[in-house]
Nanobody
Framework: QVHLVESGGGSVQAGGSLRLSCAASGSTYRRDCMGWFRQAPGKEREGVAIIASGGVFTYYADSVKGRFTISQDNARITLYLQMNSLKPEDTAMYYC???????????????????WGLGTQVTVSS
């Protein structure tokens, strides 16, 4: 079993930065693929950034490329999402997720994830 706990959300003005963390426990075999997803009110949950095979593979949604960076520590215990140049449209509940494996070219990415955290709220004001 895999357990995921997010932290680091909060309120920030546009242009600001936040760093999200996800503490992971359980088999690393079952969470070779880990990522951040978000869901705004009235919208579907979407993949934001994903990392696999210890960082060999990464994926970013077009809307966050150049602003967000996903990373994890060497032990693959903690997953991070550094968010810079935040915009009001980044406002959402952010979820950490994990899967044994994932394929970036297959959509929706949400359906490939096996484990989910409870989420952390990010609010960006203009």
């Amino acid at each position: 079993q895999v357990h995921l706990v997010e932290s680091g959300g909060g309120s920030v003005q546009a242009g600001g930065s936040l760093r999200l963390s996800c503490a992971a426990s359980g088999s690393t075999y079952r969470r070779d693929c880990m990522g951040w997803f978000r869901q705004a009110p009235g919208k579907e949950r979407e993949g934001v950034a994903i990392i696999a095979s210890g960082g060999v593979f990464t994926y970013y949604a077009d809307s966050v490329k150049g602003r967000f960076t996903i990373s994890q520590d060497n032990a693959r215990i903690t997953l991070y999402l550094q968010m810079n140049s935040l915009k009001p449209e980044d406002t959402a509940m952010y979820y950490c997720a994990a899967a044994r494996t994932c394929y970036f070219s297959r959509s929706p990415l949400t359906q490939q994830m096996d484990y989910w955290g409870l989420g952390t709220q990010v609010t960006v004001s203009s």
